[in-house]
């Protein structure tokens, strides 16, 4: 079963999710603050293949849950969920782990296509030990393994996210080419992403922050300016 954890304090707002997904195919648990959010995550041995987060809840806001949860799995595929004002929240959120972002208000269409995206994610990454034709591509330091769906650099292995590591892998299988911001997104996020290319941008910063020595001063993930980025070895 495919199983969604919905947050949000709207009980209207949450009705609606938890409707959509269901005829989606997915089994939800609702959680109407951020507390009962990670009670119910832990006390299901968080067997969440999804969490959606609203960034405004009473007693622990989404930031924070999104925080724990990637704390405790990077497996687990996070959306949190902003109103149109809250520009900065959603690049905090990215940053802090979140996979995707959708605003509101959402048509159920759109929730149903960002939920289904990250969805699939999670379950390559699962399913991912089972794939014995899996190769390994090593780039100066680097090592990605494609069969176990990990990153080493000098031996160390760097957590990723799913969205990280389908970033990275574009970059191994592309090194030094330059690759647009909006092949990026159409290769990582689908053809049909409701959003914009701010995510790219977000997500590249993040990924600097594990794989670089000076993030600010990145030798590999490299920025085309007016055009995308470039990985070199």
Not at 54 to 74: A, F, H, T, Y
Not at 83 to 106: C, H, N, R
Not at 149 to 167: C, H, M
Request: net charge negative; with cysteine.
């Amino acid at each position: 079963m495919k199983n969604v954890l919905v947050a949000e304090d709207e009980a209207s707002i949450r009705e609606i999710i938890a409707i959509t997904l269901v005829r989606g195919g997915y089994n939800v648990v609702e959680a109407a603050d951020g507390k009962q959010a990670l009670d119910e995550y832990y006390s299901k041995g968080g067997h969440f293949d999804v969490v959606l987060l609203d960034i405004m809840m009473p007693v622990l806001d989404g930031l924070e849950v999104c925080k724990k949860l990637r704390q405790n799995s990077s497996n687990v595929g996070i959306i949190i969920l902003t109103a149109k004002t809250q520009e900065m929240d959603k690049v905090s959120g990215l940053l802090m782990g979140a996979d995707d972002y959708i605003t509101k208000p959402f048509s159920p269409s759109e929730l149903m296509a960002r939920v289904d995206a990250v969805y699939r994610r999670v379950s390559m990454n699962k399913g991912s030990g089972e794939n014995e034709n899996g190769d390994i591509i090593e780039l100066g330091q680097f090592e990605l393994n494609l069969r176990n769906r990990t990153l080493s650099k000098n031996g160390t292995q760097i957590e990723l996210t799913q969205v990280e590591f389908q970033i990275i892998e574009y970059f191994f299988t592309n090194p030094g080419k330059p690759l647009e911001r909006n092949k990026i997104l159409e290769n990582v996020w689908g053809a049909s992403y409701y959003g914009d290319e701010k995510v790219v941008d977000v997500n590249i910063r993040r990924l600097r922050m594990k794989v670089e020595e000076e993030p600010s001063v990145p030798k590999h993930l490299t920025t085309i300016w007016g055009y995308g980025y470039k990985w070199v070895e």
